[in-house]
C-alpha cells in the first residue's frame, strides 16, 4: 500500500507525522513570569482592601461604642433625675460615660468635640451635658481616621442622639 498525504503508518500501525515537530506541552518561562505578576498584583488589591475595611469596622465600632455611651448618660440624667455629663479629652483620645472609666480610642483614631463653651474644661476637653427632663446642652463628637469621619450629634432641645457617616 502506498503512503498518502503527509502521514505515513509506522511499523505499530500508527501514523506519523512529516510535518514539523510538535510542540511540547506546558508553559514557556515568560507565560509563568506574566501569570506570578498577575497573581502578585491581585494580591497587593486584595491586602490594601482588607486593611481599609479593618480600618472601617475599627472607626464605626468606636463610633457605635460612643453613641452607646452617650445614650448610656442621657439614661442616667433622666433615671437619676439629675445632670450628668458625658466627657471627652481628645488629647488623651478617650471620652467617658457618666459612672463609667475613660475608654482609650483605638491607636490612629481621633476624636474632636463640638460643645457648648460652658461646657470646655480645657482646650481640647469638655462634654455634653444632659439634663433630667432627657434636654441636652447639644453638639457632636467627630471620629476620625485616614480622611474617614463619623459624627455623633446631639440636639439640645431633645437630647436625641444620631450617628452619621460622611460620605466625602
Not at 107 to 126: C, P, V, W
Not at 137 to 145: H, P, Q, Y
Request: aromatic share 4%.
Amino acid at each position: 500500500m502506498k503512503p498518502t498525504g503527509s502521514s505515513q503508518v509506522a511499523s505499530c500501525g500508527r501514523p506519523r507525522s512529516l510535518g514539523p515537530p510538535a510542540r511540547a506541552a506546558g508553559f514557556s518561562l515568560v507565560e509563568l513570569i506574566v501569570v506570578m505578576v498577575l497573581v502578585g498584583l491581585l494580591f497587593a488589591v486584595v491586602g490594601v482592601s482588607v486593611s481599609r475595611s479593618v480600618s472601617g469596622a475599627e472607626i464605626r465600632n468606636a463610633a457605635r461604642e460612643v453613641t452607646a455611651g452617650m445614650r448610656h448618660t442621657r439614661g442616667q440624667a433622666i433615671i437619676q433625675r439629675q445632670q450628668q455629663v458625658f466627657r471627652v479629652d481628645a488629647n488623651a483620645r478617650t471620652w467617658q460615660a457618666a459612672g463609667g472609666d475613660p475608654v482609650q480610642l483605638p491607636e490612629g483614631l481621633d476624636i474632636t468635640l463640638n460643645t457648648a463653651r460652658s461646657e470646655l474644661t480645657g482646650e481640647s476637653a469638655g462634654g455634653i451635658r444632659f439634663y433630667p427632663d432627657g434636654a441636652s446642652t447639644g453638639g457632636n463628637v467627630v471620629l476620625s481616621r485616614d480622611g474617614r469621619e463619623w459624627r455623633i450629634n446631639v440636639a439640645w432641645l431633645t437630647g436625641e442622639i444620631a450617628i452619621e457617616r460622611d460620605l466625602d
